[in-house]
């Protein structure tokens, strides 16, 4: 469908982390100069999050490219503030070594998939696909499990075991995702719907480095002191 659309993505899901980054950082700054105004903003940005992704992701999808690129990239500056509370705990509960760590194994799966995902026979790439969708799906039960759970019963859901849990399986899964991406991205957009592919691509990477980071904090304790 389109042979050359991964080659296009490319570089925007290159620059759509840049952009998380800043983000990430300008929440670091805040957190740090104005504390009591970060989480009013970060409500803020969260919800305008949800509706940029529905809203970029349709236009994306029809190829407007020209309006779909300025709302990725408010997009991605929204992502990275977004997650700068949980960056602001790896660094206090972990260290900076724990960021780094996931963030060199994102930059280790991307090179893996970006090989090997290109040449998956279609036998694999639909078994995988599959079995990534249903893991997926588990995973979002088990995380409203989390949620639910912690409430009721903190001492077992909010931390320790089941975190430990969760964050393996998200990392294993948008392991998964990462190769999946390489393989359906040329099945299922048109050279034209680069930038839809793009999201999709980047959406993998940033739940990657998320789970990966998750899975640090907890195997170091920090979920259990969360």
């Not at 940005?45 to 490219?65: E, P």
């Not at 280790?108 to 639909?126: P, Y």
């Not at 995702?177 to 999201?199: H, K």
């Amino acid at each position: 469908v389109g042979p050359n659309v991964v080659n296009r993505a490319l570089p925007y899901v290159g620059g759509g982390m840049v952009l998380t980054a800043a983000g990430v950082l300008g929440g670091l700054a805040l957190m740090a100069s104005n504390a009591a105004l970060f989480m009013p903003l970060f409500w803020v940005a969260l919800i305008g999050n949800f509706v940029l992704f529905f809203v970029a992701q349709n236009v994306a999808n029809k190829g407007d490219n020209a309006t779909a690129l300025p709302l990725l990239a408010s997009y991605s500056l929204l992502t990275g503030f977004t997650l700068s509370g949980l960056v602001s705990y790896a660094l206090t509960s972990a260290g900076v070594g724990a960021v780094g760590t996931a963030a060199l194994a994102t930059g280790i799966t991307f090179i893996a998939a970006s090989v090997m995902g290109r040449r998956m026979s279609d036998s694999v790439g639909q078994a995988l696909t599959g079995a990534v969708g249903l893991g997926v799906l588990g995973l979002i039960v088990a995380m409203l499990v989390q949620v639910v759970g912690s409430i009721f019963a903190p001492a077992i859901f909010a931390g320790g075991t089941f975190e430990l849990l969760i964050a393996g399986l998200g990392t294993v899964l948008f392991v998964g995702a990462a190769f999946v991406d390489f393989y359906t991205m040329p099945r299922t957009y048109n050279d034209n719907q680069y930038l839809a592919g793009a999201l999709g691509m980047y959406l993998t990477y940033i739940n990657l480095f998320v789970f990966v980071l998750r899975l640090i904090i907890a195997l170091q304790g920090g979920g259990r002191r969360d």
